[in-house]
């Protein structure tokens, strides 16, 4: 399978990454799951996102099918984690999605590659992320691409718990 173009998202696409996000929030509601809703991720988050040249996004056919946010901030209750890897600097993976008309396809694989290779090239030591518990799609992709989980966090509003993974990176490409 020939890899998708990734690269930073540029401002003008603001509104189809939104209409990306529109259809997945329909999706995971209509499968039970209040990950995201019409507060988060919202346009501000996503259009800092861009400013900050943060947000990736993986195209296909000439249309955005994924979508992902690289950088340091990490969860104020990542505190309370045991990471395995405490020296940093560590990589943070957010807003990880992809189009609905585009599952299936290994998009969410190859953004994830992406931010291996982009946090291997970059320095960092460690990658971390959360998801879901209702997430069960991304749950099983994560453990199967090295990733460990460390515990799991909370945030308000949300009713079910948010497992945390950690992927030590050793500068070699694996």
């Keep these: 399978m020939n890899p998708n173009e990734i690269r930073r998202a540029q401002s003008d696409e603001t509104g189809e990454?939104?209409?990306?996000?529109?259809?997945?929030?329909?999706?995971?509601?209509?499968?039970?799951?209040?990950?995201?809703?019409?507060?988060?991720?919202?346009?501000?988050?996503?259009?800092?996102?861009?400013?900050?040249?943060?947000?990736?996004?993986?195209?296909?056919?000439?249309?955005?099918?994924?979508i992902i946010v690289l950088d340091e901030n990490q969860a104020e209750q990542y505190g309370a984690i045991e990471w395995q890897q405490q020296q940093g600097p560590h990589l943070v993976m957010h807003r990880l999605a992809v189009?609905?008309?585009?599952?299936?396809?290994?998009?969410?694989?190859?953004?994830?590659?992406?931010?291996?290779?982009?946090?291997?090239?970059?320095?960092?030591?460690?990658?971390?992320?959360?998801?879901?518990?209702?997430?069960?799609?991304?749950?099983?992709?994560?453990p199967s691409l090295g990733y460990v989980q460390r515990g799991e966090i909370y945030f308000p509003g949300r009713t079910a718990a948010f497992p945390v993974f950690e992927k030590i990176l050793n500068g070699i490409s694996e």
């Excluded at 509601?29 to 501000?44: F, H, L, M, V």
């Excluded at 998009?107 to 518990?133: P, V």
């Design 17 to 66: 990454i939104m209409d990306l996000i529109a259809k997945c929030v329909q999706v995971m509601q209509a499968g039970g799951s209040d990950q995201w809703d019409d507060s988060y991720p919202n346009r501000e988050i996503i259009t800092a996102d861009i400013e900050q040249g943060t947000l990736f996004v993986c195209i296909d056919n000439e249309a955005i099918a994924g």
């Design 99 to 142: 189009h609905p008309e585009f599952q299936g396809k290994g998009i969410a694989r190859q953004l994830i590659a992406f931010a291996e290779e982009y946090a291997r090239r970059s320095g960092y030591s460690s990658i971390r992320m959360d998801t879901y518990a209702k997430n069960e799609r991304v749950l099983k992709i994560y």
